[in-house]
């Protein structure tokens, strides 16, 4: 998608990241908006507090070029809501230009430019191929809920099953056919004793399983 940086600074927990781009064709009816969208994904889904700085040369509108001090916002297009908090930093001197904004802590896909409404978009680019991966849960330790993000490299049948040490299983969290790419899903621990629990991700093609600790 001819040059088109992004620079992460994490102030937040250590985490591995992974990031791809690709074009978007989708135009915001809101405003203009450049024509790239970046994915960016944590190994370790939250705990992080990102900033994020998005560069491009020449993936712009003619609305977004003639007033790219207005059109340059990010948003998270999962949602289409604007992401990250306090003041923006843009340099619309030379290319690349940028635009930067701290604060943020839920990655995914990116845009920028002005978005009104929400985005049905893909969360994962073709250039990022998607494989199964089962996420360390967060917050972990916890109490009394945690969050399990996983993903699928395919339609799948998938289960979220959580047994305890003795190997009893003591909750079916997911049963059901899913489509490829992330999914979350909470463990809400109200009527649980504290311990070690396991959490296991089981598909036709694919079963990993993590340790999480509950403690009340």
């Not at 977004?64 to 998270?76: L, S, V, W």
């Amino acid at each position: 998608t001819a040059y088109t940086p992004v620079w992460i600074m994490n102030d937040g927990a250590v985490d591995g990241i992974r990031v791809g781009v690709v074009k978007d064709e989708k135009d915001s009816p809101y405003g203009g908006r450049v024509k790239a969208k970046w994915n960016i994904i944590e190994d370790t889904p939250g705990g992080g507090d990102y900033t994020l700085q998005f560069g491009w040369t020449s993936q712009e509108t003619s609305d977004f070029r003639t007033n790219r001090a207005k059109n340059a916002r990010i948003f998270n297009l999962t949602d289409s809501t604007e992401a990250g908090t306090g003041d923006y930093t843009l340099q619309l001197i030379s290319r690349p230009y940028t635009v930067a904004r701290g604060g943020i802590t839920d990655l995914g896909p990116f845009g920028v430019g002005i978005f009104g409404e929400v985005t049905a978009v893909d969360d994962y680019p073709a250039s990022l191929p998607l494989e199964y991966r089962l996420s360390q849960n967060y917050p972990n330790p916890f109490n009394p809920s945690t969050t399990i993000r996983y993903t699928l490299a395919a339609d799948s049948k998938a289960k979220i099953v959580i047994y305890d040490l003795l190997g009893n299983e003591v909750a079916t969290l997911v049963d059901t056919k899913l489509h490829a790419g992330d999914h979350t899903v909470e463990w809400d621990t109200e009527n649980m004793a504290s311990g070690i629990y396991i959490y296991k991700l089981i598909t036709k093609d694919f079963v990993k399983a993590r340790k999480m600790t509950l403690l009340k």
